[in-house]
Structure formats: C-alpha cells, structure tokens
Nanobody, 128 residues
Framework: QVQLVESGGGLVQAGGSLRLSCAASGRTYVMGWFRQAPGKEREFVAGIRGSPGSTDYADSVKGRFTISRDNAKITVYLQMNSLKPEDTAVYYC????????????????????????WGQGTQVTVSS
C-alpha cells in the first residue's frame, strides 16, 4: 500500500501561482493530479509517467501548469501559474503501479480507473 500526502494548496488571486506537492511512501509508475470542483465530476489535470518522465495535460491547463517528479524523493509537483477562478477545486494526487493494464491499453494516464492510490486532497481557491 502506498500512502500519498499532498501539500501546497491555498487561496490565491487570479493570475497568481501555487505549487502543489505530493509525497509517496513507495515507488510508483505513473503519478497524476486530478481536481474536483463543487457539483462537478473529478477530472484529469496532469500526469507523468516513469522514466523517461513523459507528461500529459488537460487542454484547460496546458501552458499554465507544469507537472514534474523527483524520483529520489518519490514526490510529484504541480506548478500552477496564471491561475483562474475556474481552477478552484480540490486537487487530488494519484498514483499507479506498473503492470499489464498499461501494456494492454486498459489503463491510460487520463482515466481515474487507472490509478491505485489517492491522496486526501488539497483545496485550491482562486479569487477574482
């Protein structure tokens, strides 16, 4: 069992920046960030694979958010710039182990079902 601990959420004005961190207690293959706004479904934000560390982003955050990972610390980061009020949500860190589900195509970096472990969530609020 891998534990995920998120930090870095908070209140920021529109146009500002925040950096989220997620520390994992064990090795993982894919790590990602999802978010859920009130009354809405949880949605994919960004993901990063194991070596060589390729990344993917939701269209709504491309060019503004950057995901990165420190494999030595087993930590993933989400740098969020040019924040907008519509970015307000609870942000969840997620992690997945490697396995046949990835090779078969059943799992994708965008899909909630692909992930094995979830953090408790951290609130990000962007004021206008």
């Amino acid at each position: 069992q891998v534990q995920l601990v998120e930090s870095g959420g908070g209140l920021v004005q529109a146009g500002g920046s925040l950096r989220l961190s997620c520390a994992a207690s064990g090795r993982t293959y894919v790590m990602g960030w999802f978010r859920q706004a009130p009354g809405k479904e949880r949605e994919f934000v960004a993901g990063i694979r194991g070596s060589p560390g390729s990344t993917d982003y939701a269209d709504s955050v491309k060019g503004r958010f950057t995901i990165s990972r420190d494999n030595a610390k087993i930590t993933v980061y989400l740098q969020m710039n040019s924040l907008k009020p519509e970015d307000t949500a609870v942000y969840y860190c997620a992690a997945a182990q490697s396995g046949a589900k990835w090779a078969s195509g059943w799992a994708t970096i965008y899909s909630i079902r692909s992930y094995d472990y979830w953090g408790q969530g951290t609130q990000v609020t962007v004021s206008s």
